[in-house]
């Protein structure tokens, strides 16, 4: 009996909400979290591009199916979202963009002008055509390390290098535990970005045969102007719970920079770097037998 609903493209959405210790579930039409004690907190999630899952949270059927009705990704990640799980699909993939980004991948010529578009971005400079892979990596690697020197110096604080024990998390510094909270952040935005726009986290460029890879490789052209120097400044102020501070620290980061409007249109840009043409369907190719509803034909919500 309730109106169709209509999604809102993920550039117009906010960009993440980390929640714990309750159930999400679908009440009255409305889509809340339920504390232990009944309480329930409204969440606008046609709204949120998406919801990072700590410890503690359950999930309903009917939460998870308006979730993928409206686009929003569901992220399961470990205490203080250092770790991230598993992440639930926002929606059908868009078949056109995944074989197109997979067609650029298998082509070595084409990825490595791709590679080289990544780190022109980064760099803001334009890196010779001789260069292969591995040697713009060497690059990377020396200019990284002195941005987090410069970033580090800017905010006033002590840097010995990027470091942290993915087991043993007390183990690290205040300042690598604000990174690694600051970077979950960003690959939590990142991931609802490339899932709506229809491509494959796993299919990288730079970074390779990991579930995430291409979510690392777009996140990178984005960390150094907006994550670290967030993460930094909030290790500068030694706060009781960095984890937490970084959180909304980097929200409100995402906002002002008005990330995910510039994520999906740096993806095309991108992979056109590659100058490959996107793949027709093939003539005998089969429709499915229960086709989706026309949707949006926005990139950034998933028809």
Known sequence: MLPKLKPITIKER??????????????????????????????????IACLMLEPGSRVSHAAAVLAAQVGCLLIWVG?????????????????????Y?????????????????????????????????????????SRVKKLYEVLAKRAGIKWNGRYYDYADWDTGDLQNKCLSSATSCLYGVTEAAVLAAGYSPAIGFIHTGKP????????????????????FQVASKAPSNPER?????????????????????TIEEVLAAGALPIPE?????????????RGLNDVGHRP
């Not at 979290?33 to 046609?46: A, C, E, H, S």
């Open 14 to 47: 906010f960009s993440l909400l980390f929640l714990e210790k309750g159930e999400l579930d679908v009440i009255d039409g409305a889509f809340v979290l339920v504390d232990k004690n009944g309480v329930r907190t409204q969440i606008p999630v046609g709204g």
């Open 79 to 99: 205490e203080a979202g250092v770790r991230l799980y598993s992440a639930g699909q926002p929606g059908g993939a868009r078949a056109d963009r995944l074989l």
């Open 101 to 141: 980004q997979a067609q650029l991948a298998l082509n070595d010529e084409a990825r490595r002008k791709v590679v080289r578009k990544m780190y022109e971005m980064r760099f803001n400079e334009k890196l010779s055509e001789s260069y292969s892979v591995e040697q713009m990596r060497g690059i990377e690697g």
């Open 212 to 231: 995430r890879s291409f979510i690392y490789d777009i996140a990178d052209l984005f960390k150094f102007e907006t994550v670290v120097p967030v993460a």
């Open 245 to 265: 501070a970084v959180r909304l620290a980097c929200r409100d980061a995402f906002r002002e920079t008005r990330l995910l409007k510039k994520i999906i249109p």
């Open 281 to 293: 369907k093939p003539p005998e190719s089969i429709p499915p037998a229960i086709p989706n509803e």
